[in-house]
């Protein structure tokens, strides 16, 4: 069971892909908090991510291929499956997937789409904070945590806002979204994969709608 969950910076994806971890035992594969791993520690790739990254541009294919297929391709072979979380984000990237995946004998079952629209997106963005120890997702205007300073999912009181969410960059992540990685919905729907969701439904709605639809791919 391998999903890829597409939509826009902000949309719900990290939080979502959070909830499927936990229900379906799926693993998360987000692209950006490997290449945000790889700037962390330093890396050569990180080291050439890291402009793209600060500006909001995509990072180079055959960097975020790199980092990607490394990941899968160390993934255990008794794992369920595992959810695409930002990746893949151009055409030629989904293309290399599709290649990769074939020659494992290994296949998505379900693109989701989860719609937002801008306006509510730059607001999402504005606000949010993640755990730091689990990656749960936060926001100071639509999900504090029920006890102000620790984390529901796994009690830690240490918590993180991402460099990149400022507005300046946000309105290139969008723009980014709209010309590269949105032609996406086309290319998966003409496989016959595609679910699109209204990501601005609230947010147990959206994710009985993604468990359905995981429940229905299996
Ligand atoms: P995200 O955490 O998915 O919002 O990604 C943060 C940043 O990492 C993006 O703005 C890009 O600069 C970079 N990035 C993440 N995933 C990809 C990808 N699949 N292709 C190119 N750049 C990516």
């Known amino acids: 069971m391998n999903i890829i969950l597409l939509g826009p910076p902000g949309a719900g994806k990290g939080t979502q892909s959070k909830y499927l971890e936990d229900r379906f035992h799926l693993k998360q594969l987000s692209s950006g908090d490997m290449l945000r791993h790889a700037v962390t520690t330093g890396s050569e790739v990180g080291l050439v991510a890291k402009t793209y990254m600060e500006?909001?541009?995509?990072?180079?294919?055959?960097?975020?291929?790199?980092?990607?297929?490394?990941?899968?391709?160390?993934?255990p072979e008794n794992l369920p499956g595992f959810i695409l979380d930002g990746f893949p984000r151009t055409i030629q990237q989904a293309s290399e997937l599709d290649d990769l995946l074939e020659g494992k004998s290994k296949t998505i079952d379900a693109v989701i789409v989860v719609d937002v629209n801008d306006d509510q997106l730059i607001k999402r963005i504005a606000g949010r904070f993640t755990c730091a120890n689990c990656g749960e997702s936060y926001n100071d205007f639509f999900r504090l945590p029920k006890t102000e300073g620790v984390c529901e999912r796994c009690g830690s009181t240490a918590f993180k806002r991402r460099s990149d969410d400022n507005p300046e960059t946000v309105r290139a992540r969008l723009e980014v979204y709209h010309k590269q990685?949105?032609?996406?919905?086309?290319?998966?729907?003409?496989?016959?994969k595609?679910?699109?969701?209204?990501?601005?439904?609230?947010?147990?709605?959206?994710?009985?709608?993604?468990?359905?639809?995981?429940e229905g791919a299996r």
């Open 181 to 192: 990685t949105k032609p996406l919905v086309d290319y998966y729907r003409g496989k016959g």
């Open 194 to 214: 595609l679910h699109v969701i209204d990501g601005e439904l609230p947010i147990e709605e959206v994710t009985r709608r993604i468990n359905e639809i995981v």
């Open 55 to 75: 500006s909001g541009k995509l990072v180079p294919d055959d960097v975020v291929l790199g980092v990607v297929f490394e990941t899968i391709d160390a993934l």
